[in-house]
């Protein structure tokens, strides 16, 4: 979908309005050299004379129509401008997860900063291009009303002047997306530098070898296509004002040789087409605009985050938190990896969970514990099979209110510094006791729902994501090594006395898990090898920490 016709599609009325505006101020300047034109060729001075009144008038008009169309389209822009980057945003918040991470961070960094800011800047230049079309069909109607056959004459150059610039705009628009391609590349090579900064920071072959060979090369392609297609749009403007030239001379000097026509006529006709050069010219120069306005648009429906209304989520499906039981039936799912053509294919996976049950999840690394975890809480969607919450199934309808029975601790969680969505009464002294229990009140205060820092230890950090998580109260809780970098007294805390008393209060908890000193505390295990459930089995207290399963 164009830009123009997404505006037009979420404001209507604005969009009508400040194009009537624009309209009328294209009209009125058409008008006004009419008037010129009119006084130029009036036969005496006092006829001239007194065209002065309705010049004076529609030049005031011109004043007043630009400024008001233009504080129109300007507020309209900056509204469109607001309703975009927040749409933009939702679609991410909404986004399939696998989506996200198939996309990546730095395309996803891209849309927002990249995509937005050039969808920005042609919404800026929207109203010159209606202004300068409005005039140039105000122009077009009074070149009309002097002279068919020159209308013609003028028409049949203004075609060959855009049949001419077609071509390399076509280039132009393939260097465009080109671009944005090697844009979204070097974005990745800015996450690199800030993510990656300690290694490149430790290692000054690496660091040069990353600035040289692909971060400079990367920025250099950008630079490079920018200059090329800068250039492009330069000479096809050239073009365009010596074509304006040419048609100039073609009516003052060509024509008279084959046709009678008045010289009145031809000065009239000199004169529209020199007035028309500037708004020609203003449409040449955003016409590079509308071009990478398309492409964002483009790359923004590819990433899956069209900005077009979308559906309504249901938002009032609710999941009884109070269920018996969650049946993952013949779940599975696939990850492909392009570059080496491999795929990891976790499941068909056939387990029930229950209110109130403590279950291991265990395996060797790569076993796709955290994949099964994601397909538990409804992260991602199943590719194949289904989850049932008391025997009915999980839909697209339901997923929201289905993920809203899990608190979660991923092993690349994220620590919110505010308490988002948490602010119930007795909030923060429940959250200072948890912070004396983790043994983290003297780094860490609560203040107006709010963490103090978050600039901690990976160990104390993950402590303050398992308050958070704690305090968030649902029905189930998954944790994913959480205990894999704590300390002994902490591993104990968490195994020994916070999954009890979370199964006391009725949680099913779902803890993946290398810590096989604890397994003999879950009610169950199940084991996970290169994507299969290969065990599934009750733990009894008798199990010791060397216990083999499967
Ligand atoms: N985002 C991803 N894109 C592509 N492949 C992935 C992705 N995440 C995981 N995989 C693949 O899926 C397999 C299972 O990964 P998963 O993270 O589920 O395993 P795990 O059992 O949790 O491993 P670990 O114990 O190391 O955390 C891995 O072999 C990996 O190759």
Redesign the pocket.
């Known amino acids: 979908m164009s830009l123009l016709a997404l505006l037009f599609q979420k404001s209507k009325l604005p969009i009508i309005f400040a194009a009537l505006l624009g309209i009328l101020t294209g009209a009125s300047s058409a008008a006004l050299v009419a008037v010129m034109n009119q006084a130029l060729t009036s036969r005496t001075v006092a006829d001239a004379l007194l065209l002065g009144p309705a010049f004076a008038g529609l030049a005031a008009a011109v004043l007043v129509l630009r400024i008001v169309s233009q504080m129109q389209l300007n507020s309209l822009q900056q509204m469109a401008l607001l309703d975009l980057r927040l749409s933009l945003c939702r679609r991410i918040l909404e986004a399939p997860l696998r989506k996200l991470?198939e996309s990546g961070q730095h395309k996803l960094m891209a849309a927002l900063t990249e995509d937005i800011a050039v969808i920005n800047t042609t919404i800026a230049v929207i109203p010159s291009v209606i202004i300068s079309l409005a005039t140039l069909a105000g122009c077009l109607v009074y070149l009309a009303w002097l002279s068919g056959p020159l209308l013609a004459l003028v028409l049949c150059v203004v075609a060959v002047v855009l049949a001419s610039v077609a071509l390399p705009n076509r280039y132009a628009y393939s260097q465009f997306f080109r671009r944005r391609e090697s844009h979204d590349a070097l974005y990745s090579h800015f996450q690199t530098l800030i993510d990656g900064s300690k290694e490149l920071q430790l290692h000054q072959a690496r660091s040069e070898d990353f600035f040289n060979k692909e971060l400079q090369p990367t920025a250099e392609e950008v630079s490079r296509i920018s200059r090329v297609t800068n250039n492009l749009f330069i000479i096809a403007g050239g073009w365009g004002g010596f074509m304006v030239m040419v048609v100039i001379g073609i009516i003052l000097f060509v024509v008279p040789r084959f046709q009678p026509v008045d010289m009145p006529t031809l000065a009239a006709y000199a004169l529209v087409v020199l007035y028309l050069q500037q708004p020609l010219d203003g449409l040449m120069h955003q016409w590079p605009n509308l071009s990478r306005s398309h492409i964002a648009m483009k790359k923004l429906e590819k990433l899956g985050l069209s900005l077009q209304d979308p559906q309504p989520p249901s938002r009032d499906a609710v999941i009884n938190p109070r269920f018996e039981r969650i049946e993952l039936a013949d779940i599975a799912h696939s990850?492909y990896?392009e570059h080496d053509g491999a795929t990891?294919t976790?499941g068909p996976i056939n387990t029930t969970v229950r209110r109130g049950e403590l279950v291991f999840l265990v395996?060797?690394?790569?076993?796709?514990?955290?994949?099964?975890a994601k397909l538990f809480t409804g992260l991602y969607v199943p590719e194949k099979g289904e989850l049932r919450v008391d025997g009915v199934p999980v839909e697209a309808a339901t997923r929201r209110a289905y993920r809203q029975l899990f608190s979660a601790v991923f092993?690349d969680f994220h620590l919110f510094e505010r308490m988002l969505g948490l602010e119930h009464p007795g909030m923060e002294d429940q959250a200072r006791a948890y912070l004396s229990r983790l043994q983290l009140e003297k780094k860490v205060r609560v203040e107006n729902g709010r963490l103090s820092t978050v600039a901690l230890s990976q160990g104390q950090r993950k402590r303050l994501a398992l308050l958070t998580s704690v305090l968030e109260d649902r029905a189930i809780y998954v944790f994913d090594?959480w205990a894999a970098d704590q300390d002994p007294v902490f591993r104990e805390l968490f195994y020994r006395e916070l999954l009890p008393s979370l199964k006391q209060q009725g949680k099913l908890v779902f803890v993946?898990s290398?810590d096989d000193r604890y397994f003999h505390l879950a009610d169950r295990i199940l084991k996970?090898e290169s994507?299969q459930l290969v065990s599934d089995q009750v733990a009894t207290p008798a199990v010791t920490p060397t216990m083999q399963v499967g």
């Open positions: 991470e990850y990896r990891f976790l395996g060797g690394n790569g076993s796709g514990k955290t994949t099964l092993f090594e993946i290398h996970l994507g």
